[in-house]
């Protein structure tokens, strides 16, 4: 079964300053990974996908993420962190091969707060 | 752009009202899903289709159904709504290359 684990509830950071996002997941076979974002009162947004093409994955706005299978990770980075930047982001693998598979798996969710 | 919209954005319902959530894609596809979003929780899959008339249960589809007649529109029901039914619900369509969210139905059941 797949799943997908976000380390942090709440990450805290000053403008300018980098940003981490942590997510390991769980998944029997070669995953297709996301990443969402959801500031307040909006949809959610895909920000960037893994799709085992190359290992690091640019997204909008300045996010990328890196795939890394011996750890099982693909954290969420972004160099300098901009008020706008705050939201919550889920990290999201995809639910398998069978039917169900289309269906997508969601972390519980970073809240992101930027301070000035 | 595909667009995928949800008949309200804010919907207030007594306990025990039978409840409609509909969902309409523009994009022609086939895969479509409901979740609900809590606090703390991430989604959660209540029910997906995947063609006309096809659904599968998620991972929570206690006291919730659905239904899919036209390809476009899936719509999710709450026979008989409760207080834990108080969420946020968001409807997706899935294309070849990702999901695309409705902006989601907020429900408070009173």
């Known amino acids: 079964a797949q799943s997908v684990t976000q380390l942090d509830s709440h990450v805290s950071v000053s403008e300018g300053t980098p940003v981490l996002l942590r997510c390991n997941y769980s998944?029997?076979?070669?995953?297709?990974l996301f990443w969402y974002v959801q500031h307040p009162n909006k949809g959610l947004q895909l920000l960037l996908k893994?799709?085992?093409?190359?290992?690091l994955v640019k997204g909008i706005n300045g996010f990328e993420a890196e795939f890394k299978k011996s750890e099982t990770s693909f954290h969420l980075t972004k160099p300098s962190a901009h008020m706008s930047d705050a939201a919550e982001y889920f990290c999201?693998?995809?639910?398998?091969?069978?039917?169900?598979?289309?269906?997508?798996?969601f972390g519980k969710g970073t809240t992101l707060s930027v301070s000035s | 752009d595909v667009k995928v919209t949800q008949s309200s954005r804010y919907l207030v319902k007594r306990t025990g009202e039978k409840v409609f959530l509909e969902c309409v894609q523009d994009m022609d596809h086939e895969n479509m899903f409901w979740y609900r979003q809590d606090p703390g929780l991430g989604l959660r899959l209540i029910y997906f289709s995947y063609d006309v008339k096809m659904k599968e249960k998620g991972d929570i589809p206690e006291g919730y159904s659905v239904s899919r007649e036209k390809k476009e529109r899936f719509s999710l029901i709450l026979e008989s709504a409760s207080t834990n039914q108080t969420s946020m619900y968001l409807c997706a369509s899935r294309g070849p290359y990702e999901q695309y969210f409705g902006p989601g139905t907020r429900l408070t059941v009173t």
């Open positions: 999201v693998v995809s639910g398998g091969l069978n039917q169900a598979g289309t269906a997508l798996i």
């Open positions: 998944s029997s076979y070669s995953p297709s």
């Open positions: 893994y799709t085992s093409a190359a290992t």
